[in-house]
C-alpha cells in the first residue's frame, strides 16, 4: 500500500529526498504547494519504472528512490480524477491510500464474534503481571490485585486490557513460554467474567498466544510483528491481532537504531507482515499496526514518528500507540517511569490530533479525558455521547 507522506515545508522534502538519493534537478519538477506526495514502500525497480512509463503521459512524476522506493509527485485532486478515468491496480491502491490517509471513516477492527468501534479514540489499559516491568513491574503478580487494577481501568474508561507476562524493556532478560504463561493464565481466565472486557495478550510466544485465546483474550499484541507461527495462530483462533515494528531482540534491539527513513521503514516492515498474514488467510479487518515507539529506535527517530504517526494511516488499518512513559518521554521532559505522566499525554493528544486509533497506556483515566479533549478539539464539536 503506498504511504502518503506531507511536508511543512520545502527544506524539510528536500533534506529527506536528498538522503533518499533523488537528484536535485528533480525538485523543481515537484510542486510543493500541494504539500503531500505519495511514497511506494515496497516496489521493485522494474515495477517503479512501469510505473513511471504509464504515468508520464498523464504529466505525473514518478521518481524511483533508493531501498525499493518510489516517490510520486502529483497533486491529491488531479489523482483522484486520474482514478476516474482509468487506472491500473497499482494506481488504484494509490488511491485508497490517499483516502484512507484524508477520510475521517474509522477502519474496521474485529474478530471472531466481536469488533471494536473505532469512531473515536479507544483506550488499552496496560496489565503487565511480571517482576521486572519498566513502569508497572511487581505489582500486579497476584492475580486478586491484577483483576482489581483491571477493574479499575475499566471504571476509569479503558476498552481493552493488555496482558503480558514478559517485560521486552530495553536489555530485559527472556523467560520460558511455560513461565509467561503461568503468570498470566489466572489472570486471563478472570477476566471475561469478572472484568468484561476485550482481553489482549501482550506475547511473542505463539503457544502462549493460544493458550491465552483459548482462556478467553480474544487480540494477540506481538511486539515481534507476527511471524509465520503466529500467523496461524491468530488465524485458526479467529483473532485480531497487533502487528509492531521492531528489529533484532528486547535484549539487543538497541545496538541499531540508523534507518534509512525511520517512518519508511516502519511502514514497509508493518506493510509486508499484514500482507504476509492476509495471504496466510487473516482477514484484513483483524489487523492492526503499531511502530513499536522505543523499540529499535533512538530519541530521534521516536520524535520523527511522533510527528508523522498520521502516514501510518495510510495503510487503512487502527493504528495503536505505546508512547505511554516511555524513555524517550524521560529524555525530552525529564524524570522517571512516574514522572512521565504529563509527556504521556502530550503524546496522547499528538497522536490523537494525527488520526492514531488506538492507545497503550498505564494512566487509563488520564489519557481518557485528554482524549476526550483532543478529539473533540481535532473534529470541532462537542463529543458525542459515549
Ligand atoms: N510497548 C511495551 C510492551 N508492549 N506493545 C505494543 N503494541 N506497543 C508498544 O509500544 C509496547 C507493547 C513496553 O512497555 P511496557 O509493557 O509498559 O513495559 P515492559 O515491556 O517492561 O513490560
Sequence with gaps: ???????????????EWRRLGIP?????RFDLASRQFIFIDSIALD????LREELMPKGVTVLPCRGDRALIAIAPLALED????EASPRLVEIGEALRFRNDAEPPLFEWSGGSLDLSRPRVMGILNVTPDSFSDG?????ADTAVRCALEMKNEGADVIDIGGESTRPGSAPVTPDEEWSRISEVVRRMSDEVGLPVSVDTRRPEVARRALRAGAVMVNDISGLRDEMIEVVRTEGAAAFVMHMRGEPANM???TRYVDVVGDVYAFLERQVRRAVAAGVPRERLAIDPGLGFAKDVDGNLEIMSRLDELRSMGRPVLLGASRKTFLGKISGGGPEERLEASLAAAAVACWQGVHL?????VGETVRT??????????ISPRSP
Excluded: C, I, P
Excluded at 1 to 15: D, L
Excluded at 24 to 28: E, H, I, M, Q, S
Excluded at 47 to 50: F, I, K, L, Q, R
Design 1 to 15: 500500500m503506498a504511504r502518503v507522506r506531507t511536508y511543512r515545508n520545502y527544506q524539510e522534502a528536500w533534506g
Design 24 to 28: 536535485d534537478r528533480a525538485f523543481t
Design 47 to 50: 515495477e517503479a519504472t512501469a
Design 82 to 85: 486520474l482514478l476516474l478515468t
Design 138 to 142: 511487581g505489582r500486579n503478580l497476584d
Design 254 to 256: 538497541q545496538d541499531d
Design 359 to 363: 492507545f497503550r497506556v498505564h494512566d
Design 371 to 380: 482524549l476526550k479533549a483532543a478529539s473533540a478539539m481535532r473534529a470541532g
